[in-house]
């Protein structure tokens, strides 16, 4: 039986095509990513630049007098009387996001996130392993009064992008204030947040900055901890569009960190018609705080 002449020529061609495809998606890994991370030093470097001093340096629990019970309970429990305001942190996170509108498919992510107190502003920064080789980039910030929500294929492809003032910067101030359970002292009455009575275990938080105002609805445990943060609308994103919806956070798995007591597990979700749909889930691997000074 005769070999085809053209078979060498065919499998030649094969490993040529193989190779120049494996040069293009290494490239364009390494393009991605190199973008990507200029991307993330801007934005870190907005946020440094807005930074502004932390006053008074250190808790002075005199300032608790008059808030509703279950908040004096909450700061008394996470925080010592005298030890220093938390001027910035960063997270390290794993976990799952939740990726479908109507069905569920969650995908593992991992994060990084820098969070500043004063001037309030966040970037996190997140790897979703949306397919094996080709990881969503995220970012979701407030930055110097700038909500930034940017998702883009191996950090290369755009797949989502949103940014500016207005309810963009207000939903991601949202998040900043949600996610005080992990620097409590940026919830204190001296950082701008005013506390208000509603019920035996709960309580509103409203905060300003700048033309922005939100409040929140905090709800404390047994032990005196937040169980849950929520708001009455949030922007959500359905078919391309924003629309205001129902949303709540969960806390729990409370350990010492920095020298206050911090959440290391959550999840958020929204709150539909239909019922709740989480969509995000995540464990903090890792979690340091710098102090004023």
Known sequence: MKRSPHRPRTTRLLFAMLGFVTIVYWGGRILGARRWNAGTRDLRARLEAAREPVRPRTVDFGELEGLPAPVRRYFHQVLTEGQPIVSRVRVRHTGTFNMGEKIDRWKPFTSDQVVVTRRPGFDWDGRVAMMPGF?????????????????????????????????????ELMRFFAEAAWYPTAMLPSQGVRWEAAGDDSARARLTEGDIEITLFFVFDEQGLIDTVSVEARGRTVGGEVVPTPWRGRFWNYGERGGMLVPLDGEVAWLLSEGEKPYWRGHITEISHEVAR
């Open 135 to 171: 990881p969503v980039r995220v970012h979701d910030a407030y930055v110097a009064g700038e909500g930034i929500l940017s998702a883009s294929v191996i950090g290369l492809f755009s797949v989502a992008g949103m940014r500016g003032p207005g309810e963009v910067a207000a939903d």
